[in-house]
């Protein structure tokens, strides 16, 4: 992501000589070159990133995304698949619905979350089972009972906690390099103000 908006979005300022640069437009993305988003990184991925931008502008751009924030969950998620139906399936809806619509009690659901819901809720008969529409509505709605209108964000937390690289860090440690984190921010925050009250 630090590459695409190195090469397609406009820099912001330069901190402590370092460039920031602004997230690429949806214009901006439409004209990138395939070959050009492979070579940053993205994989496969690349031919998706032109594809979409396209997209979005034939359906409205800007505005037509920020439309979605004022729709309800399912209509939201029918308007995203109904546009991406060659490239967005139920899980990516629920991802963009979550983490970019607000949509807070939306659970996106891929094989790690029907791993806990297996292990650690009443779901052991799914164990082995692929994730068909059936059982991905069930899980999801498991989540939503168990967690309310924050369910989507309560799956986020125990994704997260289930991987491998989390498993030692204990209470202390989120603390400590969180306090460490805020300070380090606040230093750099501070300078960056400086330099600006001394140029205006």
């Avoid at 640069?21 to 496969?44: C, H, M, Q, W």
């Avoid at 502008?57 to 995203?80: I, M, P, V």
Wanted: charged residues 30%.
């Amino acid at each position: 992501v630090k590459l695409l908006c190195e090469k397609y979005g406009n820099l912001i300022d330069i901190l402590d000589d370092i460039p920031f640069y602004s997230f690429p437009t949806i214009e901006a993305l439409s004209k990138a070159a395939e070959v050009d988003l492979r070579n940053l990184g993205f994989g496969y991925r690349a031919k998706y990133i032109e594809k979409t931008a396209k997209m979005i502008l034939e359906n409205g751009g800007k505005d037509w995304l920020f439309s979605l924030r004022t729709l309800d969950y399912q209509s939201a998620n029918n308007e995203l698949k109904k546009l991406f139906y060659l490239l967005v399936g139920p899980k990516v809806a629920d991802c963009i619905c979550l983490m970019s619509l607000d949509k807070f009690d939306c659970v996106p659901v891929d094989t790690h979350i029907h791993q806990i819901a297996v292990r650690d809720f009443n779901f052991k008969s799914l164990k082995g089972k692929s994730i068909t529409p059936k059982i991905y509505s069930s899980i999801a709605n498991m989540f939503k009972e168990e967690f309310g209108e924050y369910a989507g964000w309560a799956q986020a937390f125990l994704f997260i906690a289930d991987l491998s690289e989390y498993q030692d860090i204990t209470e202390k440690d989120i603390c400590e390099n969180s306090t460490k984190k805020r300070t380090i921010i606040e230093d750099k925050h501070k300078s960056f103000l400086v330099k600006k009250l001394k140029e205006a």
